[in-house]
């Protein structure tokens, strides 16, 4: 009867190289884990938080443009009413309603952005993220509205500008 040395498991399957007989599992060499490799579990590799926090918050701006795109165009279609009795028309709640259309545009590209960086695109986000930031700046600088739309780009932006959020590859 053999005496298996301490740490290996008996069985048929046989030790490492060059042990034979001692009953033991093969074994492995170590593989290395770092950027740009998969897991020893042949899993791919995780999602920075950076990239979870810049999707929930492209979401988050989606529904705020969605809500803030409905508010423009509803505005501009009750000026467009006051104007035409008051005024005449002078096109200004033609400009209302065109920020509210790019607004609503701009919630389903937040929408895209955030599904499509959860899948490894960032790059759909930050494009989103800079027309929003546009947008917003717009409304600030003639309304004095989206001042939270633009400071929403502006993170985003900056999470996915970050190293961990630049340098993930998923698959």
């Known amino acids: ?49 950076t ?42 709640s033609g400009v209302v309603v065109v920020l509210g259309v790019a607004a609503l545009i701009g919630a389903g590209a937040y929408l895209w952005g955030g599904v499509a960086a959860l899948r490894g695109r960032q790059v759909v986000l930050r494009v989103a993220a800079g027309v929003g930031a546009a947008v917003n700046l717009v409304a600030v600088i003639t309304f004095g509205a989206g001042g939270l739309g633009l400071v929403l780009a502006a993170v985003l932006i900056l999470l996915l500008s970050l190293a961990p959020s630049r340098n993930h590859r998923p698959h």
């Open 51 to 92: 990239v979870t926090a810049a999707a929930v918050l492209g979401f988050l701006a989606a529904a705020l443009e969605l809500v803030g795109g409905l508010a423009w165009m509803l505005g501009g279609a009750v000026l467009g009413s006051m104007e035409r009795v008051r005024w005449g028309e002078t096109g200004f």
């Open 1 to 49: 009867m053999s005496v298996d040395p301490p740490g290996s498991f008996p069985g048929p399957a046989g030790g490492p190289p060059g042990r034979e007989g001692s009953g033991g599992l093969p074994w492995a060499a170590p593989v290395p884990v770092g950027e740009g490799t998969v897991n020893p579990y042949g899993l791919p590799p995780e999602r920075p938080a």
